[in-house]
Nanobody
Framework: QVQLAESGGGTVQPGDSLRLSCAAS????????VAWFRQAPGKEREGVSC??????RTFYADSVKGRFTTSTDYKTVYLQMNSLRPEDTGVYYC?????????????????WGQGTQVTVSS
């Protein structure tokens, strides 16, 4: 299994943008499904986006469609977050699993990073 490390979190104001990175070590992310999840205090972890590095397919939660974009260069997966809202606040995790599919289900992923905090507040 590859090891994952997130970076790029921070505190921003509503309407601002952030770019998160998920770097892989111990291997590459080709032929993987790589997803971003987030968890707000007191809430369950929820799927945000997923990309298949095999064919570039992407899948987004309805709450972020049109605002967030995920991409990859096979060593790193990115999450570009625009028009951020207070409800986007949480710890953001990246997760990966070998396979040619996309999913936002927590149980489908075996490798997880430690998370990076995103806070959107005025």
């Amino acid at each position: 299994q590859v090891q994952l490390a997130e970076s790029g979190g921070g505190t921003v104001q509503p309407g601002d943008s952030l770019r998160l990175s998920c770097a892989a070590s111990g291997g590459t992310l080709d032929y993987h499904a790589v997803a971003w999840f987030r968890q707000a205090p007191g809430k369950e972890r929820e799927g945000v986006s997923c990309i298949s590095t095999t064919d570039g397919r992407t899948f987004y939660a309805d709450s972020v469609k049109g605002r967030f974009t995920t991409s990859t260069d096979y060593k790193t997966v990115y999450l570009q977050m625009n028009s951020l809202r207070p409800e986007d606040t949480g710890v953001y995790y990246c997760a990966s699993e070998p396979g040619r599919w996309v999913s936002l289900n927590v149980g489908d992923f075996g490798s997880w990073g430690q998370g990076t905090q995103v806070t959107v507040s005025s």
